[in-house]
């Protein structure tokens, strides 16, 4: 499915910063923005909402920790009891650190495929490149042409921000 | 974003005024404290014994421990368990909660002193908006607090197995007489105390000169300083671990016990600062604190809880495995509940891990429950009473010994410290600015923002 972007280029940060605050002003939904490094202070202009990915890592978290318990106590105390040191056969504590690195394990794989499905940024996806400058020094504001309804209004702000160019691209 | 307030000359400039409240709040946790504490002698000491108590008890331990004839051990102990136990119990107690005490803000202090050297160490600048609560809490307290130990120092025999016990009785204990003997404990106590406080006071210092001249030579001067304190402390400060705590049960020994100690420390230090600069703040001072501030305070609060409680069961799960009688034997005091080791302990025991880490833990993870009040203080409020129960559990089992409990000595005691070291670090706090006008780093810790969102 291919869409139709608006492309305003920027070589200045805060430019685009401005931008963006003008274009949510009136009300324009911008797509996404690239840039060479991360701009302090976007998040809000760009309507991100806050990541639910900590939520997915306590959740991951118990998993592996209840996974943990329950597999011990079933192998050590119910399916293969075995007598070590005099030793009870579901130790709490024995138990502990081994639960620790399971939980810890489950958590972090479990955040990064879910970062990799979600982003998304799994290996071997063919990234979109607005511009090829915009992994060194450009950085590019996009709007979905759909979602434009004042087309020479967003061109105009985009050029008054400080944009030295204005582009459409296919992607 | 969104912190990009400025601000005046005049609200950085501000001092601390002690509130009339607040100094009848300190003088009357003293007096109460010491109400309470004589109330818990007298009771104490006229309900377990028909005899008067204290002095009465202290001649009976003399009487028994320097006999030239040396008894074996276990008459020594029984001795102790059949009759001095009832009347030894309320001078041992007093003494076992004047050490608990002065360890209890000691490693406030200490924790304070870590939290300034390191961010020092590590150039780091958020922390210096609020730099002058633990610097404070350094000068005001330290200074004052390690007069407890130096009380000790006279009755280390009545709460230290090694000191009262003659050589040649205990194989154990002769082994480590190098080490543990009066002399030699009292003069490195001594010298780790002047190291402490002597960074202490040389720190605020330059600190204060900074503040009238300006410029950046004292705050160079404070890195080397704060180097060689780091590395000093990391040394003392587990020494003292060893000696003041590990050395009340001296068969016994866990060469990771002064790191525990230390991450409790740490925990303790973090939830005082907050809980100062929360006072202040609500008292009208240091606006420019923001929540990114107690968030970091919430980090580190978290990440020690989970640090003290690796080193609680790193310590407990190879005394476990191992099973070795002389060191399984500390275990046994505190959480056996079937035989006759069974001290009373367990509850202390399995609460602890409740309390410190539990708690913290659950109540500490998400970042809103670190920056908001309503969530940090309760998790605040258990902490401070946490690091009482770890040290109750570190120290009761080797000297107050069977059925321990939470009594008016207790309570008198640690009340009659926290007024104390209310009045002393609010004093401190009130004579320099509340902000380090002069310091490099202030304006990065006036913008500090853990990120947006």
Redesign the interface.
């Given at each position: 499915m291919n869409r139709n972007f608006l492309l305003g280029k920027f070589w200045n940060p805060d430019h685009v910063l401005e931008a963006l605050e003008h274009l949510q002003d009136k009300g324009v939904k911008v797509y996404d923005v690239y840039a060479p490094f991360p701009i302090?202070?976007i998040?809000?202009l760009l309507d991100i909402k806050?990541?639910r990915l900590?939520v997915a890592a306590?959740i991951y978290g118990a998993f592996g920790l209840t996974l943990a318990l329950t597999m011990m106590s079933l192998i050590y105390g119910v399916v293969w009891p075995v007598n070590i040191?005099g030793k009870p056969y579901i130790p709490w504590?024995?138990f502990?650190?081994i639960t620790f690195e399971t939980t810890v394990l489950f958590a972090a794989h479990g955040m990064v495929l879910t970062f990799f499905i979600i982003g998304p940024y799994w290996p071997g996806k063919k990234e979109v490149l607005m511009d090829d400058r915009q992994t060194d020094d450009v950085f590019v504001i996009a709007i979905d042409k759909k979602k434009i309804s004042d087309m020479d209004g967003v061109k105009k702000t985009l050029s008054e921000a400080g944009a030295f160019e204005i582009t459409e691209k296919e992607a | 974003?969104g912190h990009t307030h400025h601000f005046t000359k005049e609200q950085l400039n501000e001092r601390f005024e002690m509130p009339g409240r607040l100094r009848n709040l300190a003088f009357g946790l003293i007096g109460t404290g010491l109400v309470l504490l004589l109330a818990g002698i007298f009771l104490g000491g006229s309900s377990s014994a028909e005899k008067p108590a204290a002095p009465a008890t202290e001649e009976h331990h003399s009487s028994v421990t320097h006999t030239p004839d040396a008894q074996p051990v276990s008459d020594t102990d029984e001795a102790h368990g059949e009759e001095a136990h009832e009347t030894a119990s309320v001078g041992k107690r007093v003494l076992a909660n004047l050490l608990l005490c002065s360890v209890y803000f000691l490693s406030i202090g200490m924790g304070a002193m870590f939290f300034l050297t390191v961010h020092r160490i590590g150039n780091a600048g958020w922390h210096t908006a609020i730099m002058r609560v633990p610097e404070a809490i350094t000068v005001g307290w330290l200074p004052v607090g390690v007069v407890g130990f130096a009380a000790m120092f006279f009755f280390l025999g009545n709460i230290y197995e090694w000191a009262h016990i003659p050589p040649g009785v205990d194989a154990l204990i002769d082994t480590k007489r190098a080490y543990l003997n009066e002399p030699f404990f009292i003069g490195r106590t001594l010298l780790f105390f002047a190291i402490w406080i002597g960074a202490a006071l040389l720190l605020r210092r330059l600190s204060l000169r900074q503040d009238e001249e300006g410029g950046l030579s004292h705050f160079k001067r404070s890195e080397g300083i704060s180097a060689a304190f780091v590395i000093l402390f990391a040394i003392s400060y587990s020494f003292f671990a060893f000696d003041w705590l590990k050395s009340l049960e001296p068969h016994w020994f866990s060469t990771i016990f002064g790191v525990q100690f230390f991450g409790g420390s740490m925990v303790i230090a973090n939830v005082t600062i907050y809980m100062i600069l929360r006072y202040l703040q609500k008292q009208g001072y240091m606006q420019y604190v923001n929540e990114a501030h107690y968030h970091d305070l919430g980090k580190y609060t978290f990440g020690f809880s989970i640090f003290w409680a690796y080193t609680w069961?790193a310590q407990?799960?190879l005394i476990?495995?191992s099973?070795i009688p002389e060191e399984g034997i500390y275990y046994v005091k505190r959480y056996r509940t079937e035989d006759h080791e069974y001290l009373g302990y367990a509850f202390f025991f399995f609460g602890n891990i409740l309390v410190n880490f539990l708690v913290p833990f659950l109540g500490l993870?998400?970042?809103d429950a670190k920056r908001k009040l309503a969530t940090f203080l309760p998790v605040a409020v258990v902490l401070i009473y946490g690091h009482w129960h770890d040290l109750f559990l570190m120290i009761m089992p080797g000297t107050v010994g069977q059925n321990p409990g939470i009594g008016l000595i207790e309570i008198g005691m640690f009340a009659a410290f926290a007024g104390l070291f209310i009045f002393l670090v609010f004093r401190a706090l009130g004579r320099a600015n509340l902000a380090p006008v002069q310091h490099p780093y202030l304006e990065e810790s006036l913008h500090h923002t853990t990120g947006?969102?």
């Amino acid at each position: 499915m291919n869409r139709n972007f608006l492309l305003g280029k920027f070589w200045n940060p805060d430019h685009v910063l401005e931008a963006l605050e003008h274009l949510q002003d009136k009300g324009v939904k911008v797509y996404d923005v690239y840039a060479p490094f991360p701009i302090h202070g976007i998040e809000p202009l760009l309507d991100i909402k806050r990541t639910r990915l900590t939520v997915a890592a306590f959740i991951y978290g118990a998993f592996g920790l209840t996974l943990a318990l329950t597999m011990m106590s079933l192998i050590y105390g119910v399916v293969w009891p075995v007598n070590i040191g005099g030793k009870p056969y579901i130790p709490w504590i024995a138990f502990t650190p081994i639960t620790f690195e399971t939980t810890v394990l489950f958590a972090a794989h479990g955040m990064v495929l879910t970062f990799f499905i979600i982003g998304p940024y799994w290996p071997g996806k063919k990234e979109v490149l607005m511009d090829d400058r915009q992994t060194d020094d450009v950085f590019v504001i996009a709007i979905d042409k759909k979602k434009i309804s004042d087309m020479d209004g967003v061109k105009k702000t985009l050029s008054e921000a400080g944009a030295f160019e204005i582009t459409e691209k296919e992607a | 974003m969104g912190h990009t307030h400025h601000f005046t000359k005049e609200q950085l400039n501000e001092r601390f005024e002690m509130p009339g409240r607040l100094r009848n709040l300190a003088f009357g946790l003293i007096g109460t404290g010491l109400v309470l504490l004589l109330a818990g002698i007298f009771l104490g000491g006229s309900s377990s014994a028909e005899k008067p108590a204290a002095p009465a008890t202290e001649e009976h331990h003399s009487s028994v421990t320097h006999t030239p004839d040396a008894q074996p051990v276990s008459d020594t102990d029984e001795a102790h368990g059949e009759e001095a136990h009832e009347t030894a119990s309320v001078g041992k107690r007093v003494l076992a909660n004047l050490l608990l005490c002065s360890v209890y803000f000691l490693s406030i202090g200490m924790g304070a002193m870590f939290f300034l050297t390191v961010h020092r160490i590590g150039n780091a600048g958020w922390h210096t908006a609020i730099m002058r609560v633990p610097e404070a809490i350094t000068v005001g307290w330290l200074p004052v607090g390690v007069v407890g130990f130096a009380a000790m120092f006279f009755f280390l025999g009545n709460i230290y197995e090694w000191a009262h016990i003659p050589p040649g009785v205990d194989a154990l204990i002769d082994t480590k007489r190098a080490y543990l003997n009066e002399p030699f404990f009292i003069g490195r106590t001594l010298l780790f105390f002047a190291i402490w406080i002597g960074a202490a006071l040389l720190l605020r210092r330059l600190s204060l000169r900074q503040d009238e001249e300006g410029g950046l030579s004292h705050f160079k001067r404070s890195e080397g300083i704060s180097a060689a304190f780091v590395i000093l402390f990391a040394i003392s400060y587990s020494f003292f671990a060893f000696d003041w705590l590990k050395s009340l049960e001296p068969h016994w020994f866990s060469t990771i016990f002064g790191v525990q100690f230390f991450g409790g420390s740490m925990v303790i230090a973090n939830v005082t600062i907050y809980m100062i600069l929360r006072y202040l703040q609500k008292q009208g001072y240091m606006q420019y604190v923001n929540e990114a501030h107690y968030h970091d305070l919430g980090k580190y609060t978290f990440g020690f809880s989970i640090f003290w409680a690796y080193t609680w069961l790193a310590q407990f799960l190879l005394i476990w495995y191992s099973n070795i009688p002389e060191e399984g034997i500390y275990y046994v005091k505190r959480y056996r509940t079937e035989d006759h080791e069974y001290l009373g302990y367990a509850f202390f025991f399995f609460g602890n891990i409740l309390v410190n880490f539990l708690v913290p833990f659950l109540g500490l993870m998400t970042r809103d429950a670190k920056r908001k009040l309503a969530t940090f203080l309760p998790v605040a409020v258990v902490l401070i009473y946490g690091h009482w129960h770890d040290l109750f559990l570190m120290i009761m089992p080797g000297t107050v010994g069977q059925n321990p409990g939470i009594g008016l000595i207790e309570i008198g005691m640690f009340a009659a410290f926290a007024g104390l070291f209310i009045f002393l670090v609010f004093r401190a706090l009130g004579r320099a600015n509340l902000a380090p006008v002069q310091h490099p780093y202030l304006e990065e810790s006036l913008h500090h923002t853990t990120g947006p969102v």
